[in-house]
């Protein structure tokens, strides 16, 4: 019998090196994002990522991405440590960067660069928890995560405390379900509505109160939800409402949310929809014009 095994070592490049693969199993316009995480990225993970269909990459690669940052950040949400008995302190992961020059990247590479103004107001906690998430969930959290000023006497958590311990789920329930805990009304506490615009208020004890909608920002749009601003009337404007659907599944992908960002990824979206000559030749133009 021979002595040596008869399979060999399977090779999920297929032979291939790690440069020669992204070029041949790669979207074009991925290979210098995949390139660029060469460090980060595995044999096996290389080799999977190649075995998806061109069009589902750029999610594959995101998901990997965000792998890689948590792994970075040294923690996991699986692996958070248990709720404790008290919630007057807010046991959180100690997360801080090394000096400003860390914080600032970690800013430009993973926070929306139309939320960069707003974030770098965050805390380092905050700031690696809003990084954390996707491009699409970051404006919303980012209101909830904004620096509350000071509540005194009242011993309330702030904004920013209360957004992280519900995103990490390590802080118990009221005890008893008696007492003025966050979000909770009791009418030992409230004799007479709060004077607040747009609040529903009601007496019984342990139903939530909604909270007051956030306003947008002076001059700055704001996405709606399953959306893009200014997206259906472009498309209506080249004679292409018909792909709207479709658009807005690729949006979902790609992580657009701006009809800048659309805009400036008019080719990838083309090849996308498989439009026909003269729709891509009306795209083309449109975005030439806005270039000009």
Known sequence: MPTGSVLG??????????????????????QDKVRAHLLDISDEELGALGAHHF??????????????QQKACGYQAASLPKAQEST???????????????????LQKHIHRKLHREATK???????MLGSLHFSDQPTQLGRLRPAAPSGASGREGNEAAVLRRLFRNSPGPPGGKGNQEGRCSTETWSSPPEAANVEWTPEDGVDTPEPPKMPSTGEQVPRAGGIPGLSEWLQELCLEEYEEEVLRWCRSMGAIWLEEVQE??????????????????????VATLAT
Not at 10 to 24: A, H, K, M, V
Not at 88 to 106: E, G, I, K, V, Y
């Open 88 to 106: 007057s302190a807010l046991p959180l992961p100690n997360m801080h960067f090394n000096d400003d020059a860390a914080r600032q990247d970690f």
């Open 265 to 286: 990824n008019a080719e990838d979206l083309a090849d996308h929809l498989r439009l026909r000559p003269l729709e891509r030749r009306r795209l083309q133009r449109a």
């Open 122 to 128: 965050l805390s380092d906690e905050a700031l690696q």
């Open 9 to 30: 070592r399977w090779d999920p490049l297929q032979g291939r090196n790690r440069q020669d693969f992204i070029s041949e199993f790669i979207n074009y316009h991925l």
């Open 55 to 68: 069009g589902d990459q750029a999610e594959q690669l995101e998901a990997l991405r965000v792998q890689w």
